[in-house]
């Protein structure tokens, strides 16, 4: 027990000790018994079991110590496994009296000798004064020795760890050999119901992993000629990516051996082949057109001329294993251009898969995902040695970007809206100055809205002109809306509201009940490219709109100035 603001805690908490572990003569940073007259204990509990080495004691030493003696003197010191069956510790020396002045270093070592241990306690039989029957400590402070497994790799919690990961860890210090234990099942883990793999070093390969999955693993360290023998570990935890990287096509530059048609062969020495990878002229991979990161690869075909299709195929120097980490299934993005025309299709060792979706997607001016079941293919999955992209169709002609070319153990969602409006920027119902049509032959019909430079209007208020009006009708619901822009020179930003909602999920906090939005962030890029409504108040969260059923009226105001708008995209996401 101890009195108020004397408490126990104060011989762990730190509290009147300096930088260089000297203590105060403040009483209230130590603990001082209440009466006592058999003497005082004070009891201490780990969070765990521990090796212990020894215990550095600060023993009472109020400036009245020399008077009184508070301090313990005759110490018994027991230790247990589980506060239950205690053993008492021997050699326990007599505790140095403290000076009872300020600078007080500790003064009194108690050697464990490694006694395994979770609780220990000490009971002063006498303190130094001999006078009141009440007991003090300043602080005291254990060490330990290491011996469980610690500072693992990959750490724990980590991310996208790679499913061919090795294992490591800081061994303890006395073990012989290492249990490691590993399942998706944490409680089967902590449990030790999972078969224990017996290890001589501090690493461990475990058999290849499934892609998207999280696992638990602990270390066991092990020495039969200690005791105990085996110190169980921490459980830590690791996730695998959610899919793995064909080409992603950020490694092409414009310099040898680097560039992308190096890689991806075209048609360029086969006059059959209409297809060309890259432009003619650097920067000859796309840039702005992108899904992912910063480059997509530019497929230009034209089944013309004598040209009866368009495929560019990469080799890969080391076959591919297709069926490790649990992977079914081979995605890729593609993004089209107005007028495509032609029927897509991906080659996997030499096995022709068409496009199975709309056939119109080819023109479709947004980025489309393609899933397509491995096992469907009917090729060896454990020897990919070649992937080819192309496009059939007599006469053919137009551009096409790849991106993210991955492989999935699961087949992501794919989502298609039940339900989207597609809206010319300058085809509004009205367009106030100095929000203006601009001609561009890469926009959608020709033109796009934007405002000249220096007459952007980024005040926290979405200004009276400058202001762009849609109306469209709607079958009703939760809608999200997209954007195909360029930003150039950070000038990154609209206003965006739909004034006939009835709700929405994040709107302007500095113009509460108005709907507008600070589209602000929108992602960079001197093409033409898609970004999601989103609030830049609310951690660039996408904005859900909810929109009754009918007519309905969609605003988008200027805000940086040169920020251009082509095509507007209402999508239902319920």
Known sequence: MGQADFGPENTINGSGLDDNDLHSIQPTAMWISGNEPLGAWIQYEFDTMYKLHEMRVWNANQVLEPLFGFGFKDVTIEYSTDGTTWTALTGVPEFAKAPGTDDYAHDTTVDFGGAAAQYVRLTATSNWGGILPQFGLSEVRFFYIPVVAREPSPDSGADDVEPDVIF????????????????????????????????????????????????????????????????????????????????????????????????????????????????????????????????????????????????????????????????QTLVLYFHGTVGNTGQLYVKVNGVKVPYDGDAAAIAAIRWQQWNIDLASLGVNLQGITTLAIGVDGNGATGTLYVDDIVLYKSAPEVF????????????????????????????????????????????DAAPADGVATYNFAVQGGVYRISLRVIVVGGNDSFWVRVPTATGQTHEDPDQPGTGWIRFNGISDGASWHWDEVHSNDHSNEVVNITLPAGQNT?????????????????????
């Open 416 to 459: 298609v809206s039940s339900e989207e409006i597609w809206i010319e920027a300058e085809a509004a119902a009205t367009i106030t100055a100095p929000m203006e049509t601009y001609d561009d032959p890469a926009a959608s019909g020709g033109k796009y809205i934007s405002t000249d430079e220096s007459v952007g209007d980024d005040n």
């Open 168 to 327: 490591s860890w800081r061994m303890g210090r006395e073990a012989g050999t290492h249990d490691v234990y590993l399942s998706m099942d944490e409680q089967a883990v902590i449990d030790g119901n999972v078969p224990a793999v017996s290890v001589t070093n501090a690493s461990h390969s475990p058999s290849p992993l499934d892609l998207s999955t999280t696992y638990f693993w602990r270390i066991d360290e092990v020495n039969e000629a200690e005791t105990p023998t085996v110190w169980q570990g921490d459980i830590w935890s690791f996730s695998t990516p959610e899919y793995l990287v064909v080409d992603g096509f950020e490694d092409y530059n414009d310099y040898p051996p680097d560039e992308i048609y190096t890689t991806w062969l075209d048609g360029y020495e086969n006059p059959a082949n209409g297809s060309q990878v890259g432009y003619l002229t650097p920067p000859t991979i796309e840039t702005g057109i992108i899904r992912g990161d910063d480059q997509s690869m530019p497929l230009l075909y034209s089944n013309t001329g004598g040209a009866t299709y368009s495929e560019a195929e990469r080799t890969f120097a080391v076959p591919q294993d297709w069926t490790q980490y649990g992977i």
């Open 554 to 574: 969609l605003e988008i105001a200027r805000r940086e100035d040169g920020t251009q708008l082509d095509l507007i995209v209402i999508s239902r996401i319920d």
